[in-house]
């Protein structure tokens, strides 16, 4: 509720009532004015708790009946202003939408422990039997920091090696220009990896998230674009997922062709008026 001048501020009086004194009432030389119709309070009086400010019953719609009851119990309880409890509400908003990303973070991070300290466990027989206990959780302890590092990490294999440009210049031009996305990335980390050309480029973001978001913009629109359409953006994946992703490729690709030379079969049959392939339990 925006502070100003209210309806009782045309009528140039204040509100009527018995002076009280005590909490709720200016005494003496402490005579002050109502934020909200910016007349001085020489009567009923009520002080906000929270921001202190000093308000005209009438003006916050507090009858003298019901102000009667309110000032005896006002230095035990006290009094907070509307405009006090709006802002109140909307900081207990951020603050609880704030705690529950951090209960889901924390969360997070506790399941991806519990799954590496699992494969950690199953196979220390094979590394080493006699291994010790604290050399293990170290060892945990390093793949969860990688695997955190990793995730705010974005590849781009494709992109051309300009040499009177920096990487960071082309990664963000290209962001803007074919993306509509406009990440933060640290330039000090942007650095090029592997051997082929042109070399993959490995960028680091602000957090997870913002890896993400930016491998989803590529996806929903680098496949539309040209000439970049050979550009692509994928996760930092460590040695082990980038060979289990490879499996699953290879796995898709092949039962692609399998059902392609199915189709074929298929196609050739109905063409030369041969009754189609049936299996033997049909």
């Known amino acids: 509720m925006a502070r100003g001048k209210s309806r009782y501020a045309e009528a140039k009086t204040t509100p009527t009532g018995e002076h009280v004194t005590g909490a709720g009432a200016p005494s003496g030389d402490e005579l002050c004015s109502c934020v909200l119709c910016d007349l001085t309070i020489s009567g009923n009086v009520l002080p906000c708790k929270v921001c202190k400010a000093n308000y005209h019953p009438a003006c916050v719609n507090i009858t003298d009946e019901v102000y009667g009851v309110l000032i005896t119990i006002l230095p035990v309880v006290g009094w907070v202003c509307p405009e006090c409890i709006t802002s109140i509400a909307e900081k207990r908003k951020t603050i609880d939408t704030q705690f529950q990303q951090l209960f889901d973070a924390v969360n997070k991070l506790q399941q991806d422990y519990a799954t590496l300290a699992a494969k950690a466990n199953s196979a220390t027989p094979v590394v080493n039997q006699h291994q010790p206990v604290t050399n293990i959780s170290h060892t945990v302890s390093q793949v969860v920091k990688d695997q955190l590092?990793?995730?705010?990490n974005v590849?781009?294999?494709?992109?051309?090696?300009?040499p009177d440009c920096r990487d960071a210049d082309s990664v963000r031009?290209?962001?803007e220009t074919h993306l509509n996305h406009k990440p933060w990335l640290d330039e000090t980390k942007c650095q090029r990896i592997g051997d082929r050309s042109p070399r993959l480029l490995r960028i680091t973001l602000a957090s997870e998230q913002a890896a993400s978001d930016l491998i989803h913009a590529a996806k929903s629109n680098m496949r539309h674009t040209d000439p970049n359409s050979r550009i692509y953006f994928n996760h930092d994946l460590s040695p082990a997922e980038a060979?289990?992703?490879y499996l699953r490729r290879k796995e898709r690709r092949e039962k692609r062709a399998r059902q392609a030379a199915a189709d074929t079969v298929d196609n050739t049959l109905l063409n030369s008026g041969a009754p189609p392939f049936l299996p033997r339990d049909a």
């Open 243 to 245: 060979t289990q992703a």
């Open 155 to 162: 590849i781009i294999s494709g992109l051309p090696e300009l």
């Open 173 to 175: 031009e290209l962001c």
């Open 149 to 152: 590092r990793r995730k705010k």
